[in-house]
Structures are given as C-alpha cells and as structure tokens.
C-alpha cells in the first residue's frame, strides 16, 4: 500500500501558495479562519484529553489525575468550554456523547429540543416564503431547549466517580480569576455582526467603542462562576427550573423584534435520552495486513454515522482504494460518494421520534447491497448533484430539505485510566449562538437547524422542519472505531464545523485506516467534500493542476476556508497517540 508521507503533504500545500482565490462569499463557515498552528502530535501511555481549547483540556486533565472517568473529565471540560469557547459551545446548548465503558458502547443525547409553543411556519416570514438565516438567527426564536447539562448529569451518574460538584472547580475558579483571552476568540469577536447588540453580550465582551478585548486580557465572568456554583450543588435542575431558567425564558421571549416561544414547562421537561449508537463495519481494501474494524458514531437525530458510513462504505466499492490522496481521481470519487449520501441525507434523516427511517431501519441506508447500487451511479465526469435513493420500495411521505446553512461545534475526546473511552460533540450552533447572553452564558441557536422551508413545492412535508418538543437535525459525528476481531479500542475522534464535520471526520477515518497515518499527519491532511453541490477545496491548500484535473471531470470548484477543528486519539501498542487540528487552539494532554 503507498502511504502518503509528510514529505507529500508538505509538497502540495508548498505547490498551491499564493494561487488561489479568495473563498466565495456563499459558502460562509461556522467560524471565522484565525491562524494556523503546527501541530507536533501527542503520545502517551495512561490516559488523554484532546479538546478546543488548552484550559479546557487541562481540566479534564486534573479530573483524570484525581482519579475521575472520562466522563467525569468531559463535564469539566465542558464547563470550562462554556467560558474559554463562547462561541462554539456551552451550558445554553446542547451535546451528543459516545460513551465506551470496555463492554459496550452507549449515545447520550443531548440535542436541544423545539419549544411546544412553536410549528412548521417559525421561519415563515410575513411575505410567506423562508426567511434568511440572518433574520432568523439573532434573537429568541432561534433558541431551542438547552441540553447539554441534563445529557452530562445522566452520564456522570451512570460513569462518573469523582463527585458531581467537584467537575465544577476549575471553571469556577477560572470564571472567578479570569482567563487570557485568545487570539481566535479575539478575531471572532471582532468580526462578529450581531453580538454588540445584545446589551449583556456587549458589557461583557466589549468595550465602551464596541472594540473586543485585546490578546491576553485577564477576562472575568462572575455571573457564569454563580450559575456553575448553583449547578455544582443543586444538580441540573438548577438550570432547568427556579430563577436561572426564568431568566432564560425572560430572555428569549421579551427579545425586541424577534421573540421566541420558550416556556419554564419546556425547561423543566427536558429529558435528555439514551440510544443505541450507530455502528458499521469497515474493512479497507489493499491495506496489509488486513484488519476489520466496527466504526460507531451518533444515531439520528444525528445525521453523520450513516452519511460516514456510506460515504467509506461507496468509495470501497470504486477505484478509490487503489489510490492515494495524491491523486486527483480520489477527490472525484470521495466528492460523489459524498453526493450520493448528502442526498439521501437530506430526504430521509431527522429526529426518530418524529421520523420513521426507510424500510423500518435506519441500516437500510448502510446496507451492503443498496450502497453497492449507489457506487454504480459514479461515473468518470462528476454528476454534480445526486438524488436520494430508495432503499425501501415504499414511497416516502417526505419531502428533502435544500442544503442551508450549519454552523459552530467543539468536539473532545477522552479516554481515561480505566479503560473507558468517550466522544463528544457540543454546540451552541451558529458562532455565539442566538446571540443572547444570560448570566454569563451564551443561549443556542440550534432551531435554526432545522428547515426554514416546512413543505416542498407539491405540500410534501419536510423531514427536518420544525415541530413542537423535536430535536432538530445535526451533522455531529462523535465517532469511537474498535478492532472488529478484538473488540478493543483503535480511535476516539471528532470535529466542529456544520455540515462539513461528516467530512472532516470520514477524512480522519479515511487517512488513519486506508492510508495508515497517524492522527496528527490525518488531521493536517488539506480539508474537501461536497454537500451535493460543488466541490468544496480548503483555499490555499491544493495544487492548481488538482483543481484542473477536477475541473476536467465535470466538477463545479469552490476554493473556501474550511476551519476544522479536529480531535482524535488513537490507541497503540504502547499506549496512546493524539492529535489536534493545527486551523484552532486544540491540545492534547494526558500521561
């Protein structure tokens, strides 16, 4: 097998310097661009911490070092992402968990839900049709029913040892003393075009000009430091009922220009739920010696185990195991593979409570035989966009919904001294949110995942249009891989970045098991796929004669910056290795 080394890797970004243009206005990601830091790669023997943020991971260090799970190390984390990471995650939104105790492996999920006040027309505008994102994002409509906390209290109850209260400390102490506020959240802040607006937002992100805070300014939130303190002692209900929730509802609902419909009942009855995870084989091809492994991601609501699964299970039935990321013929094939899926993602995938999966199975769509019909559809010119395909041969009874906007994540992974091993992806959607602050956090924005348009042109219902108590539909991949034979652990890894988090993470699972990487080398990897329209190539990284070879087949290229964030552990014979995106400020740590 030809393995592509960091000598090719060097070489190509090396050869596209300075020759492309500037990223199209139309294809705007989650987050802002803001640097690009080498990244040497991590290895370890007893435990490891990979998230977005190096305060973060150092406390979901001291958890493990204390002799706390993963588990009690991913509530630390998160809590300390909620202040070091405003923009991307936080106790106002929510969070999907994949949770692997040495046995068996359990989803935690914890999707926000649509308030039951609202129906299919929130984003019907009073001309009738759709509104824009940006009408729509800032403000309380888009504000669905937080839940990561109840998702974290469920889990911890189940595999935590450390005391629920004690996760609390280091972001309490950080809230209270203040953290240096970084470079990313610095350019993020400054671009930002709705966040000023909010009066609480703006006290405490910027100044009297409206200018952000500059590089390494001691930034404090004691409102958050007195919320996290309630939690710690009350448990989650602290946040779903009493005078934190109010002031949620207050501000979600008396919002000037663009309320939403949140209630303290639908606080209150959030439930956080436990799932089955969503696991395929994989055996690459031409790979020595051959290995099977059982990748496990996120079940619906999340739409990215199955769009991963059949992107990895149509390319191994192409060319493309033959072929090195070298190779322009690769990108073609992966592109359609990703076409094919993204198609029949967006007529069959949503929430199961409120939608049945084709023939009864959510498999069905990663069965063998229908993804080897949909491998025939891939020809030697690109078919540009795909259509859904049927494996049931019932009719649906709805409608695709047209690929719009999705935005900000952080993703971390842990694994931990007792032969546990986690994946989680959390968010608050769009880059801060909804824009909301309340007591020194930020409120999601995650309704506006789902379709803005509720029926197609002929009355068919959406899949993903929004209804009351739903969980809109997400891209999230928290992805575990196992030796298929063993039943051991190979990986734990993930990635932020709307849609294009299912292509950043089949790229990592591509790289390492296909093409043998380490997971630094996997992460650097240029990043590309498609959403059924063009060709996505991450601006600045790709040789010119690659952009031409994919021209050449038929392909529609848009040169854009695609802001991974990367997480991933793998684990070795001598331990573990670990790798972080070099586009954010992720770190790995651990013994």
């Not at 972001?171 to 506020?181: C, D, M, N, S, T």
């Not at 703006?202 to 919320?227: H, I, K, S």
């Not at 493309?320 to 190779?327: M, N, R």
């Not at 967006?346 to 063998?368: E, K, M, N, Q």
Request: aromatic share 6%; hydrophobic share 40%.
């Amino acid at each position: 097998m030809k393995l592509l080394g960091l000598a090719l890797l060097a070489a190509l970004s090396a050869a596209a310097c300075g020759t492309l243009p500037p990223p199209s206005a139309d294809t705007r990601q989650p987050e802002g661009p803001s640097g690009h830091t080498v990244q040497a790669g991590w290895q370890g023997k007893r435990f490891a911490v990979a998230t977005a943020h190096p305060l973060a991971s150092a406390a979901g260090l001291e958890m493990l070092k204390a002799g706390g799970t993963a588990t009690d190390a991913a509530v630390a984390v998160q809590m300390v992402l909620t202040l070091v990471e405003p923009q991307s995650s936080g106790i106002g939104g929510g969070a999907f968990l994949l949770h692997f105790d040495g046995h068996r492996t359990v989803a935690f999920d914890g999707r926000e839900t649509a308030p039951a006040a609202v129906g299919e027309s929130l984003f019907t505008g009073a001309d009738g049709k759709p509104m824009a994102f940006s009408e729509a994002v800032a403000g309380g409509r888009s504000v669905g029913v937080p839940g990561a906390v109840r998702m974290l209290e469920m889990a911890h109850a189940e595999y935590g040892k450390l005391p629920w209260a004690t996760l609390f400390d280091p972001a309490i102490r950080l809230a209270e003393q203040g953290f240096p506020v970084g470079a990313r959240l610095r350019v993020l802040l400054e671009t930002d075009p709705h966040l000023r607006r909010d009066p609480v937002a703006a006290a405490y992100f910027y100044d009297r000009e409206g200018q952000p805070p500059a590089v390494g300014t001691r930034l404090r939130n004691p409102a958050l430091a007195t919320v996290l303190r309630r939690i710690a002692n009350e448990g989650a209900r602290a946040l779903y009922t009493g005078e934190i929730a109010q002031a949620v509802v207050d501000k979600v609902r008396g919002h000037v220009g663009n309320p939403g419909a949140l209630s303290m009942a639908d606080m209150a009855d959030y439930r956080a739920k436990r799932r089955a995870p969503m696991c395929s084989d994989y055996t690459p091809k031409n790979v020595e010696p051959v290995r099977r492994y059982r990748i496990c991601g996120f079940p619906p609501p999340s739409s990215g185990a199955i769009a991963i699964a059949q992107i990895l299970g149509i390319l191994e039935r192409t060319e493309a195991p033959a072929l090195t990321f070298a190779d322009p013929a690769w990108l073609h094939y992966y592109s359609e593979a990703a076409r094919l899926a993204f198609a029949d993602r967006a007529r069959y995938l949503g929430d199961p409570d409120f939608v049945a999966p084709p023939a009864g199975d959510w498999r069905s769509l990663i069965d063998p035989v229908y993804l080897a019909d949909r491998a025939r559809l891939i020809g030697a010119r690109s078919m540009r966009t795909a259509v859904p395909g049927s494996p049931a041969p019932a009719r649906t009874v709805h409608a695709p919904m047209a690929e719009q906007p999705e935005h900000g994540t952080s993703h971390v992974s842990i694994v931990d001294g007792y032969g546990n091993a986690l994946a989680m992806t959390t968010t608050i959607e769009d880059a801060f949110g909804s824009r909301q602050m309340v007591n020194g956090f930020l409120l999601n924005n995650e309704l506006t995942d789902f379709s803005f348009a509720s029926r197609d042109a002929s009355g068919l219902p959406v899949t993903n249009r929004v209804e009351p108590g739903k969980r809109p539909r997400s891209s999230m991949s928290p992805t575990l891989v196992f030796d298929a034979d063993s039943g051991e652990l190979v990986l734990s890894g993930g990635s932020p970045g709307g849609a294009m988090i299912i292509h950043y993470t089949a790229k990592l699972l591509y790289a390492l098991l296909n093409w043998q990487m380490t997971p630094q080398q996997a992460i650097d990897l240029p990043n590309f796929g498609s959403v059924n329209g063009p060709t996505l190539l991450e601006a600045g990284r790709f040789a010119p004669s690659v952009v031409d070879a994919l021209r050449q087949r038929g392909h529609e290229i848009k040169e854009v910056d695609l802001n991974s964030g990367l997480q991933a552990i793998r684990k070795d014979p001598a331990g573990y290795m670990g790798g972080a995106d070099p586009r954010r400020e992720g770190k790995v740590v651990g013994e």
